[in-house]
């Protein structure tokens, strides 16, 4: 299954709102998630199952979506929000978009 | 809170097996409904799932991979262990393992990561 995320890259200022969408190439139901990666570190998963909010994560990411399309929202962009975004597919053999690189202006 | 910790050597020349441990602590490698997994992420940037295995040793590879992988789990040592053979320079990337929750047939999530360790494939 494969996964195309937009866009590839922006960049946007404190306190916007920002959306990142993913497009699976064939329903995956609900069984997506979202994870944020800064530079030298591991991913940290934010949402689950498309729309769960992680344990310790801030109430300002939010989910949403199911069959193909999903999307990961920022309410209000905070200075620590930058990195590189990814979401993954767990529905079978599990795969990832090729991640959204977000910058604060 | 739960730990990983990946081990290995850094360097494999081509055509060798590459081989990796990770510890966990934190946690125990037997408890129902995790599965431990090792996810690799190229230079380029690109994250690719290698699989995973449970604690009684059912496992779960990537097909583009399998043929190549071997995982094993040492629940004394609470470790788990990958291995991949006849690699090339495409198997150059940063090597993490990975908890995977699933509970219930819930949809499964990666929810505690380690470091990574960089391997390279070169002579």
């Known amino acids: 299954i494969q996964m195309t995320q937009s866009p590839s890259s922006l960049s946007a200022s404190v306190g916007d709102r920002v959306t990142i969408t993913c497009r699976a190439s064939?329903?995956?139901?609900?069984?997506l998630n979202w994870f944020q990666q800064t530079p030298g570190k591991a991913p940290k998963v934010l949402i689950y199952a498309a729309s769960s909010l992680h344990d310790g994560v801030p109430s300002r990411f939010s989910g949403s979506g199911s069959g193909t399309d999903f999307s990961l929202t920022i309410s209000s962009l905070q200075p620590e929000d930058f990195g590189t975004y990814y979401c993954?597919?767990?529905?079978?053999?599990?795969?990832f978009g090729q991640g959204t690189k977000l910058e604060i202006k | 809170q739960v730990q990983l910790r990946e081990s290995g050597p850094g360097l494999v020349k081509p055509s060798q097996t590459l081989s990796l441990t990770c510890t966990v602590s934190g946690a125990s490698i037997s408890s129902g409904g995790h599965y431990w997994s090792w996810i690799r992420q190229y230079p380029g940037m690109g994250l690719e799932w290698i699989g995973y295995?449970?604690?009684?040793?059912?496992?779960y590879y990537n097909p583009s991979l399998k043929g190549r992988i071997t995982f094993s789990v040492d629940t004394s040592n609470n470790q788990f262990s990958l291995k991949l053979s006849s690699v090339t320079a495409a198997d150059t990337a940063v090597y993490y393992c990975a908890r995977m929750v699933s509970f219930g047939g819930a949809p499964p999530y990666f929810d505690f990561w380690g470091q990574g360790t960089l391997v390279t494939v070169s002579s």
């Open positions: 295995i449970y604690y009684s040793g059912n496992t």
């Open positions: 064939q329903t995956i139901r609900n069984y």
């Open positions: 993954q597919q767990t529905f079978s053999a599990y795969t």
